[in-house]
């Protein structure tokens, strides 16, 4: 095994109590090869050596300015002039290391300065927090407000995997804040006083296990959506990511290409403007005007492994019909899929949209029936409060009495649509007339309810 990674916490208040333990991995025989995202330690298998490491704090960027490629090399040069091997970085952390053995300068030798720089690299990160944590208060509290009754929650595995990491990244983000106030408060009073910096030698355990997990649920996001786009052929399960991967490329560009410039701080914000707008102009066109492009075509499925009504089900008439597809998959609900079967010649027939899940077991299905329900209220709610005249009372009504299936009700006024739950099972049709007796037998057949 010629890598090893390891998941630990290196910030502005711990990083000397990192450098021994850099060094008693180099004596095991593992030199660090690099750190990705700040977090994920990578090990290259080596010789055990006695080596030394230093790991130096250098404002590397601000929220509109960024450190050249020449001044970055400068810094680097000077370390590695009065004997320092260069080994990676992990933000505004530089690591470096020598064996043991050798004499050479101290990269930092006066205290205050090197205070002076981790209260600016501190002070930003605080900043950052200000804006940080109630985004994330904010989103956690969305996608957790009343989770029972979100459709999209039971049927898609990015929403079960993202519902965990929310309020993990608030408490990680509050307890980093804390932590780095306190550490700059304690010795600004140190410094003031002569006496040197103390860092914090915790383990750090907590925010190590919360870092794990959010790293293990960005793997399976990535798996996730390969799978339903490749595996599923489901290219609309790429839009949910779409706005972070365009915002991050925007981010990108603003902080290689912009940042590093003489450009006056004025023009870097209109500059960063200009690229927020064209990255949401990208979304817009993408996702809204082109999402018929993304749409997977299935005009001949396979009625025993797909529960679906067609518009041809209904007619005697030679139809010309397409069918449109959108496969999920989630561990709460394993198979799940929306089906519109569309009339392409007789406007007298109706397009027809089966909605189809089966869950783990009963109890999830009813809670899944109950959540459609409870999502067309709140649609309808909507309507009403947009000036449409709609009873909630009087639309939703039971249909069990028509269907007899484990649960049914009408979800439309004129009843075409209609959710229905048998076992495991939870059906939403829309299209027909589905308190005809003729509508429900046929439907019935087709979907196996019999």
Excluded at 100 to 129: A, C, M, P
Excluded at 351 to 368: C, D, G, R, S
Excluded at 389 to 399: C, K, L, P, R, Y
Aim: net charge neutral; glycine share 4%.
């Amino acid at each position: 095994m010629k890598y090893k990674v390891a998941i630990k916490y290196l910030n502005i208040i711990n990083y000397p109590y990192m450098e021994e333990y850099l060094e008693n991995m180099a004596r095991e025989g593992w030199l660090l090869n690099k750190i990705v995202l700040g977090n994920i330690f990578i090990f290259k298998k080596v010789q055990p050596q006695e080596l030394e490491f230093s790991i130096s704090p250098y404002e590397m960027e601000t929220f509109l300015n960024r450190k050249t490629k020449v001044e970055l090399e400068e810094f680097d040069a000077v370390c590695q002039l009065v004997g320092w091997n260069y080994c990676t970085k992990s933000y505004d952390l530089f690591i470096y290391y020598k064996d043991r053995d050798s004499q050479v300068l101290d990269i930092h030798t006066d205290e205050e300065e090197e205070f002076n720089l981790l209260e600016k690299i501190g002070e930003k990160y605080i900043k950052s927090f200000y804006f940080l944590t109630p985004l994330l208060i904010f989103y956690t509290w969305r996608n957790l407000y009343n989770i029972q009754n979100n459709v999209f929650f039971y049927t898609s595995a990015i929403a079960q995997i993202i519902a965990p990491i929310l309020p993990i990244g608030v408490i990680v983000t509050i307890v980093e804040w804390l932590k780095i106030k306190n550490f700059l408060k304690l010795n600004r009073k140190n410094v003031k006083m002569g006496n040197g910096i103390e860092y914090k030698d915790s383990k750090f355990q907590l925010l190590n296990l919360a870092y794990t997990i959010v790293f293990i649920s960005l793997f399976l996001i990535t798996i996730y959506i390969l799978y339903v786009s490749i595996f599923l052929k489901d290219k609309i399960a790429i839009l949910p990511i779409l706005p972070v991967f365009i915002g991050t490329l925007v981010g990108l560009l603003f902080r290689f290409f912009i940042k590093p410039t003489k450009y006056s701080a004025q023009t870097k914000i209109l500059t960063f403007i200009a690229l927020l707008v064209l990255g949401i102009g990208l979304v817009n066109i993408v996702s809204v005007k082109n999402i018929d492009k993304l749409e997977t075509h299935m005009d001949n499925p396979d009625r025993d492994k797909y529960k679906i009504l067609l518009s041809s089900d209904f007619t005697e008439h030679n139809l010309e019909e397409e069918g449109i597809i959108e496969q999920d998959i989630s561990l709460l609900v394993p198979t799940s899929y929306d089906y519109i079967s569309r009339n392409l010649g007789n406007e007298e027939v109706e397009n027809i949209k089966t909605i189809y899940a089966k869950a783990l077991n009963e109890n999830i299905a009813h809670k899944l029936f109950n959540a459609h329900i409870y999502e067309y209220k709140k649609f309808l709610k909507k309507l009403r409060h947009m000036g449409f005249d709609h009873s909630i009372e009087s639309v939703v009504t039971n249909a069990n009495h028509l269907w007899n299936v484990d649960e049914a009700y009408y979800l439309r006024e004129d009843k075409t649509r209609v959710v229905l739950r048998k076992g495991k099972e939870v059906f939403v049709l829309s299209g027909e007339q589905f308190d005809n007796e003729e509508i429900i037998k046929i439907s019935k057949e087709k979907l196996g309810l019999e």
